[in-house]
Nanobody, 124 residues
Framework: QVQLVESGGGLVQAGGSLRLSCAAS????????VAWFRQAPGKERDFVAL????????SYRDSVKGRFTISRDNAENMVYLQMNSLKPEDTAVYSC?????????????????WGQGTQVTVSS
């Protein structure tokens, strides 16, 4: 098992930036695909971005392409989500999730390991 802890959320004005961090408890974190999801009030949890074990593959939802960048540092057991040009519609609780299978899932229900989430609020 792996425990995940997110940090870096907060309140920012539209057009601003935030960097979210996902810290893992295991030194084998490098063997997990990691994804970020977000959930706004009253809405389903949506895929945001994922990164493969070696960081050779990344994938993003269309609405964040060119604005968000996912990266990882396996030596430090960390995954990051750099969010630039933030919009009010990016407001949500952001959670990281990990999967050891080597697949690249965009469905939240296929991830077994989750952090508690961090709130991102973008004001207009």
């Amino acid at each position: 098992q792996v425990q995940l802890v997110e940090s870096g959320g907060g309140l920012v004005q539209a057009g601003g930036s935030l960097r979210l961090s996902c810290a893992a408890s295991r030194h084998t974190f490098g063997s997990y695909t990691v994804a970020w999801f977000r959930q706004a009030p009253g809405k389903e949890r949506d895929f945001v971005a994922l990164i493969s074990r070696s960081a050779g593959i990344t994938s993003y939802r269309d609405s964040v392409k060119g604005r968000f960048t996912i990266s990882r540092d396996n030596a430090e057991n960390m995954v990051y989500l750099q969010m630039n040009s933030l919009k009010p519609e990016d407001t949500a609780v952001y959670s990281c999730a990990a999967d050891p299978s080597g697949n690249y899932y965009r469905l939240a229900r296929l991830y077994d390991y989750w952090g508690q989430g961090t709130q991102v609020t973008v004001s207009s």
